[in-house]
């Protein structure tokens, strides 16, 4: 008997010897990065001096020397073809938040009737995709229509399989021919950059020379997965993947049938098959199958340099995706598929890490290290304090709108939990309580080392935006179906912006003779008492404190997605971009553009498919049910209930008139207002039919009902 992942892998055509019994975890190590073309398979098959000048490239992100371009283009293609490739395309993450592609074939067919392989050292460092269809913001007229796409050698090439064959990926970057990023990778790499240029010398304070730094990311991804068959007899879920209409199932129905209820066959072969793929890709998935709601599970990998992470990341949704299918399922990233229901977000976990192997923000086992944690601590906390908006602005969006501030994911509020021990630190500095022990003492503080801080510590707090973890900061509020590149562009700039100024006033103390030890205090003093109104270790959801948030704290509660996005041009948020060139002030108006243009066209689809769904489906299901029941010329039951279906029906029909009315009226001439009518009227108007068409869902006769319902599509079988 094979087992599951022998099978896996032979129908991959991984190389595989499958006629040895292998352990799962030997083929995993076999398979794992068999499809990414590492710095290793190029050493082997390029020259000396060729891998030299590449390394160069990948190691100190000096630009790929055009002459050896076609040397290398050829090693890849080779590679690619080899492993099966036809194509091969520049892929790359445009505005929109998802991937491109555009698949060119490596062969190209000759006059004569036979084909040549073709695949330059030009193709490889830029090509040309029709970028007219990409979202600019305004960044590109059509006049210029031009973008590039240009290999990101710091992100290995890839092949991607499908049913039929297999493409060779090239993470790129997209950019304008201005030069001006029309991507999320172009700013993340120069905020990766920053961070190292900021930290770096910071690091020099604490007598570490030359050491390079940069951020490192675990993303957390939770989804669900439903039945392909209720799947395609959802327009609301092929349209817009959420629920439009449905009624929530009994209360406690969930745990009863599936909470305690073990993982359906299916859904572990789905599993297996699409970690086995995502090893392949040289994605550290570690498997997680916890559910929280019902049909909803979570995949994290370990953690990885970010800009590897996020280009992962995309993979892994493209593969969660694709696979689902092949197993009858539709695998729904979206934040809100179901009301009523646990949303899916997606956990990106953050730290820092040097060259050398060090995590600067894990507390260490000498006062020293110690100092320097605090250090980096007190710059987070600072940054996130300081640009609350941004981190806001970076996970807006209108299906994360339906999470955020809806008691079941963070609020909308950004605050920081550090835990108490943390907190509690950081207070005794402040309030100066440094004279016992001081001879032994960490700051004073009585003890060598800081208090263990558990990695899983139970007072893990679930309902805040931006937690301290043990030894990483994670960022809860991030939307499941978003590419989690501008969220970690945004961390690693606003970081950078805090150490930058944290070290120039450590900086000024040493240069005045001051020991590092008193210095850091000081600053970590300062720091503390002026950002601790962004800590807060209590409950997020409660209505205290989002009174306290607001009104003693003056902490910022940008509830939607339109209140969020305004301040991304704000004066304070150009010039941080702009000081460590990260976006300039056209590229961070387009971004700002391109989400009030994405929020209109999310809200308009919704609100035009509400429509459709309830006047071709829903208002007849409860007209012909009700025709059926009025026949019945006895009883009590059949008046009331004719009552009972006659009163919702016109309900939904008045409700579908007024959004009916208002789906046609444009709301103004620039996208702007078009976005402020949606927020407004639409989803409000959206709303008032949802509510008339689950009061129906309740007394219309299963038989007439025409969509599947909730209890239906969460029960994976
Ligand atoms: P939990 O959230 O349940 O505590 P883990 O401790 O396993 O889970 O970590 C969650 C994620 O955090 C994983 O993806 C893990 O790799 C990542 N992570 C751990 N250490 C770091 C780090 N130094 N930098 C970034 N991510 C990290
Ligand atoms: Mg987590």
Redesign the pocket.
Same mark, same amino acid.
């Given at each position: 008997m094979k087992t599951e992942f022998e099978l896996v892998a032979a129908a991959r055509n991984w190389d595989v010897d499958i006629h040895q019994t292998k352990t799962p975890s030997e083929v995993v190590s076999e398979v794992f990065g068999q499809d990414v073309l590492t710095l290793d398979n190029l050493r082997q098959r390029l020259s000396k001096p060729v891998f030299k000048s590449l390394q160069a490239t990948l190691e100190q992100g000096q630009p790929l020397d055009a002459g050896i371009a076609d040397t290398v283009a050829l090693a890849m293609k080779t590679w690619a073809m080899e492993k099966g490739a036809t194509h091969y395309t520049h892929w790359f993450q445009p505005l929109t938040g998802s991937t491109a592609e555009k698949h060119d074939s490596f062969l190209t067919p000759t006059s004569d009737g036979s084909a040549i392989a073709q695949f330059s050292g030009s193709a490889l460092i830029q090509a040309e995709p029709d970028a007219s269809s990409f979202p600019s913001g305004g960044l590109r007229a059509t006049f210029e229509a031009r973008g590039y796409t240009a290999w990101d050698p710091s992100s290995p090439a890839f092949i991607m399989r499908h049913t039929n064959g297999a493409t060779l990926c090239i993470p790129s970057v997209f950019a304008s021919w201005k030069g001006e990023a029309l991507d999320l990778k172009t700013p993340l790499l120069r905020s990766i950059d920053a961070l190292n240029r900021a930290v770096s010398p910071a690091l020099e304070l604490f007598g570490h020379k030359d050491v390079r730094v940069s951020s #490192?990311? $675990? =993303?957390?991804q939770e989804y669900f997965l439903i039945d392909e068959e209720y799947f395609y007899r959802r327009p609301d879920l092929v349209l817009t993947g959420r629920t439009l209409f449905g009624a929530k199932p009994p209360r406690g129905q969930e745990l009863e049938d599936h909470y305690f209820g073990a993982i359906p066959d299916r859904i572990l072969s789905f599993m297996t098959d699409a970690e086995m793929q995502m090893y392949a890709l040289g994605i550290p998935v !570690?498997t997680r199958h916890n559910e929280v709601a019902p049909g909803q599970f979570e995949i =994290?990998?370990?953690?990885e340099q970010s800009n590897i992470a996020a280009d992962h990341q995309q993979l892994t949704m493209q593969v969660l995706h694709n696979t689902a299918r092949k197993y009858n399922m539709v695998c729904l990233i979206h934040e809100k598929p179901f009301a009523g229901m646990n949303g899916s977000g997606k956990?990106c /976990?953050?730290?820092m $890490?040097t060259d050398t192997g060090d /995590?600067l +923000?894990?507390p260490g086992d000498t006062p020293h290290e110690n100092l320097q944690f605090l250090f980096f601590c007190a710059a987070v906390i600072k940054a996130v304090d300081d640009h609350q908006d941004l981190l806001r602005i970076s996970v807006a969006s209108a299906s994360n709108d339906h999470r955020l501030g809806a008691n079941e994911a963070p609020p909308a509020i950004i605050s920081i939990f550090l835990g108490d021990e943390l907190t509690g630190i950081l207070e005794r500095i402040v309030s100066g309580q440094t004279e016992q022990g001081k001879a032994a003492g960490f700051l004073g503080l009585g003890s060598n080392v800081l208090p263990e801080i558990p +990695?899983?510590s139970g007072d893990r707090n679930r309902t805040s935006p931006f937690a301290f #973890?043990g /030894? !990483?900061f994670?960022f809860r509020a991030v939307g499941s179906s978003q590419s989690i590149s501008f969220p970690i562009t945004v961390l690693n700039t606003i970081v950078s912006d805090a150490v930058e100024q944290l070290s120039a006033q450590l900086k000024a103390k040493l240069d005045q003779g001051s020991d590092l030890q008193t210095a850091v205090g000081e600053v970590l003093k300062d720091t503390y008492q002026n950002h601790k109104r962004i800590i807060f270790n209590g409950d997020g959801y409660s209505h205290e404190w989002h009174q306290e948030a607001e009104h003693e704290r003056k902490l910022l509660n940008f509830r939607t997605t339109l209140d969020a996005v305004e301040h991304l041009t704000d004066p304070k948020n150009v010039a941080l971009f702009g000081k460590f060139s990260i976006l300039n002030e056209r590229e961070l108006e387009a971004r700002k553009e391109i989400m009030y243009d994405i929020y209109f066209k999310t809200i308009n689809i919704e609100g035009e498919t509400t429509e459709s769904i309830a006047i071709t489906q829903i208002l007849p299901a409860a007209l012909s049910y009700l025709a059926e029941v009025s026949t019945i010329k006895v009883g009590k039951a059949a008046g009331e209930v004719s009552e009972e279906v006659s009163k919702a029906a016109d309900e939904l029909y008045d409700a579908i008139q007024a959004l009916r009315h208002e789906n046609t009226n444009p709301g103004g001439d620039e996208i702007h207002e078009k976005a402020r009518h949606m927020q407004e009227i639409i989803v409000p108007a959206m709303q008032q039919v949802r509510e008339a068409a689950d009061r129906l869902e309740k007394v219309v006769s299963n038989k007439h009902w025409p969509l599947p319902t909730y209890r239906q599509m969460l029960f994976v079988k």
């Open positions: #490192t990311l $675990g =993303a957390e !570690k =994290a990998p370990i953690f956990h /976990n953050w730290s $890490g /995590n +923000l894990e +990695l899983h #973890t /030894n !990483k994670e």
